[in-house]
């Protein structure tokens, strides 16, 4: 089964920063435009943030706009997600997937937890 595959959470404090990472292949990298989403305990999916696949155009929600950064290697399959002052609303299990997302290529997720 085709996924993404999310890497770079963990354990940090408030106002620190972290840079998440996600690869996929390149059938439904390349050539589509990416996002990131994330899930807080006992919430639903949100949209984060999207990236053209030129990487030409990004988009953040307002709630973290001014913090978090969205950018992409398209030689590496690569989607990245600078995140930064990390609060503790920021903890949740983070993911990427095409933007729109593609039900069946989301992965585990890499979890995020800030706290003091």
Do not use: H
């Not at 990131?36 to 709630?63: N, V």
């Amino acid at each position: 089964q085709v996924q993404f595959v999310e890497s770079g959470g963990g354990l940090v404090q408030p106002g620190e920063s972290l840079k998440l990472s996600c690869t996929g292949p390149g059938n439904i990298f390349e050539r589509f435009d990416m996002g990131w989403y994330r899930q807080a305990p006992g919430d639903q999916r949100d949209f984060l943030a999207a990236i053209s696949w030129s990487g030409t155009t990004t988009f953040i929600r307002e709630s973290v706009r001014g913090r978090f950064n969205i950018s992409r290697d398209n030689d590496k399959n690569t989607l990245y997600l600078q995140m930064n002052s990390l609060k503790s609303e920021d903890t949740a299990v983070y993911y990427c997937n095409n933007y729109p997302a593609v039900p069946d290529y989301w992965g585990r997720g890499t979890q995020v937890t800030v706290s003091s």
